[in-house]
């Protein structure tokens, strides 16, 4: 089975908790808005060490990250 991951549910999510990308860029680390835009929006690819801060900052499981089939 391939797993890919799931931007739809990274974007949805933080829009649910009413984040700003601002925020969540903060919770990250990254001194900038734009660059966690690029990584919400697949530009750059999550790395895996970057998912237990995502996870927290989303407050979901970081398997929610996934889908099962092509998302």
Request: net charge positive; with cysteine.
């Amino acid at each position: 089975m391939d797993h890919r991951f799931d931007l739809d549910f990274i974007k949805k999510r933080r829009e649910q908790l009413g984040l700003s990308r601002a925020e969540v860029a903060t919770a990250l680390g990254f001194t900038n808005t734009s660059t966690y835009w690029k990584y919400e929006n697949g530009t750059y690819k999550f790395k895996a060490e970057m998912l237990p801060t995502l996870s927290k900052a989303l407050q979901c499981d970081p398997r929610d990250f996934f889908c099962p089939d092509l998302c």
